[in-house]
């Protein structure tokens, strides 16, 4: 009898468990789950791809030793490798798309970008990878390459490249596989934050557009609002307004009367159209 309701009571705890880390990690209760961890190895319970996600969320979420996080990682990796030889060629559960996608997560906080552009290189080599986990990748990827100090434009449209390859070859036997308006933004504000204005409207112009996206006012925010954010690339944002109101003059004029818009631009885009002569309506 005894034996029985301690089998009981594990496998219970087998099926709380999951939901008591998720709980736990969205608290930021790092001490409660310390002592889920205890009782897991005490009952010989197996942390399953949702704990091992909620594990590194917390540590991601509440800043803590990033080489805890790393150390984290690489062990997950090791029980869970992306090209594992099980179940070849089915897509990976919906837990483990999310467990890799939220170690992605965490090497970019930690500012690892070449550990992270390794894994994604194999996420997307994988058969296993799924539409949806695709475009999750394509879109946390280029943020990464983006806000990275030490990208060039090289490495950005290596990455472009690869992702571009990716898409077309898997949209043959699924068409699902694409990449949407969001991630050309993603891409052009790559460019931008790197400084490479002239790539990122190349992209607006020429690529998006060929690809049947025609510029709108997102795209024109993602050219403008990292430019606005910084005095000393005011000049250039000038710039880039003045000559978006030579192509595209009535998606400015509806940034103009954009109430959502913030302060920052609001300002660059009065000084760019006084400065060009343009009368400008109130904001």
Partial sequence: LIERVSNAVVASLNV?????????????????????????????IMPDWRMLQAAISLRTSKQIDYEQ???????????????????SGKPWPSEQSALYMTILKGLNLCG??????????????SPRLNPRTFG????????????????????????????????????????????????YHAV?????????????????????RGHGFAPDLMTFYTLVAPL?????????GKSVVTKFKMHYPDIVDQAVKDASNTLIVKALLRQALRDST???PSI
């Fill in 69 to 87: 996080i790393v150390e984290l990682i690489d062990h997950v990796l090791r029980i869970y490798p992306v090209q594992s030889t099980g179940a």
């Fill in 188 to 208: 052009i504000e790559a460019y931008v934050r790197i400084g490479d204005v002239s790539a990122a409207w190349d992209m607006v112009c020429g690529e998006m």
């Fill in 228 to 236: 606005a954010s910084s005095s000393t690339l005011w000049p250039i």
């Fill in 136 to 183: 999750a990748l394509a879109s946390t990827w280029l943020d990464a390459v983006g806000h990275d100090p030490n990208t060039t434009s090289s490495d950005i449209h290596r990455v472009w490249c690869m992702l571009k390859e990716k898409a077309t070859a898997a949209a043959t036997a699924n068409p699902t596989y694409k990449l949407n308006r969001n991630h």
């Fill in 112 to 125: 690892l970008l070449e550990p992270f552009s390794l894994l994604a290189a194999e996420m997307l080599k």
């Fill in 16 to 44: 709380m468990m999951p939901y008591l880390f998720k709980v736990v990690s969205s608290l930021g209760a790092t001490d409660t789950e310390r002592t889920l961890r205890i009782e897991m190895l005490r009952q010989g």
């Fill in 278 to 280: 343009t009368p400008v």
